[in-house]
């Protein structure tokens, strides 16, 4: 690609097509936004783990059009996620379809088998969960949350504002 002697041109390739990739992902993050590398959806993840693929491609590509290729597929791909994100936005329907609502594992002390049950939650995982928020008691748990995005929320002290909670269910029906 640049050179005759193979070790350079791979030292050569590696430093540059790494460099010109990791540029180009920072300047369309920037053009799309703060949210590009959020984890506030599953499609979000979905985007972050795809766009770290691609740019591992791109960074071992051997001719330009094989970097072309997965940098092009890098702004799709976060093209996408933003148009996604801004029909979320603007449409309860839209975001109903695409979006997963989080689920209540655990109110008030009270553990929800079902739900556990239905979202393949271990006990032993929101167990630890909890242990990792410092709870020390059950009945000072207020809610536990399974988030769209498989994170849990852990919700403890004396009061929870029940807009908190707002689109969450007990079931994931």
Known sequence: MFFDSVPLDIIARALLLSGLALVWVV??????GLRTFSKMTAFDFVATVATGSLLAGACQATTWPEFAQPTLAILALLGAQFVI???????DRFEDVVQNEPVILMRDG???????RQTRVARADLIAKLREANVMKFSDVRAVVL??????????GEDLDERILEGASATTG
């Open 27 to 32: 300047f369309v993050v920037r053009v799309i």
């Open 85 to 91: 994100a801004r029909l979320r936005q603007a449409s």
């Open 110 to 116: 009270q553990i929800f088998d079902e739900a556990l």
């Open 147 to 156: 988030e769209t995005t498989g994170d849990i929320s852990v919700l403890h």
